[in-house]
């Protein structure tokens, strides 16, 4: 990795990253200095315009970003740097300095349109009706799902297969509605098991 850092007077920008949630946490500058010190301690340094020295995200308020990946644009006049953060990223207590809205990716805006059927109830709603029938029905659509998957698993269809993939996390996510979980209470153990 060959950061131009002559390109901007010595700084370049800095994109932090939520390695688990893609969530972009904040943005700062670093110099030479600060993206060694960042590389070798393995928490996010910045070089702070303001005080005129390095600054090391989490210093004062124990809110550190853990590094798990440094990557530079095409350009290499831009750094983002993938994290694991340590409590908000803002200083105003924000998980991100873009708000708090969290942005985990299409599965986790699928939750939220079943959930909103399973409360509304629209009429002719295949999800509603499903997960009125109980925990016993969506289970057994499960099953019957992860069934049809491994099928074409042995079969050379990869559409077939990716269909199938897709219809199992999707009755999965009603299965998780009707034991009052998120799909995020499977991802904190997942993440638990790596870390």
């Known amino acids: 990795m060959n950061i131009d850092f002559s390109k901007s007077g010595g700084l370049v920008p800095a994109v932090i990253q939520d ?9 700062g500058y670093m110099n ?3 993206l ?10 910045f070089f702070s315009r303001s005080k005129n020295r ?5 210093e004062t308020s124990g809110n550190w970003l853990v590094v798990d990946e440094i990557l530079t644009d095409c350009d290499n006049d831009t750094i983002l740097i993938k994290a694991y953060p340590q ?3 803002c200083h105003t207590g924000s998980v991100s300095c873009f ?14 349109v079943i959930e909103k059927r399973i409360t509304e109830n629209p ?11 109980g925990v016993n029905k969506v289970a057994q659509k499960v099953g019957e799902e992860a069934v049809e998957l491994v099928i074409e698993a042995k079969d050379d269809n990869i559409d077939l297969f990716k269909n199938e993939a897709a219809d199992l996390l999707y ?21 638990e098991r790596h870390n």
């Not at 390095?54 to 989490?58: E, P």
């Not at 009755?171 to 993440?191: G, N, R």
């Open 19 to 27: 390695t688990l949630s893609l969530q972009i946490l904040m943005v």
């Open 99 to 112: 708000g708090d809205k969290q942005s985990k990716g299409f599965l986790y805006e699928l939750e939220n």
């Open 36 to 45: 060694e010190k960042t590389r070798k301690e393995g928490k996010v340094t």
């Open 171 to 191: 009755h999965f996510l009603i299965l998780l509605k009707t034991k009052k979980l998120k799909l995020e209470d499977i991802e904190a153990i997942l993440v």
């Open 123 to 133: 009429e002719g709603s295949y999800t509603s009706k499903l997960f009125s029938r």
């Open 87 to 89: 409590g908000p990223a």
């Open 32 to 34: 030479e200095e600060a």
């Open 54 to 58: 390095l600054w090391t995200k989490g």
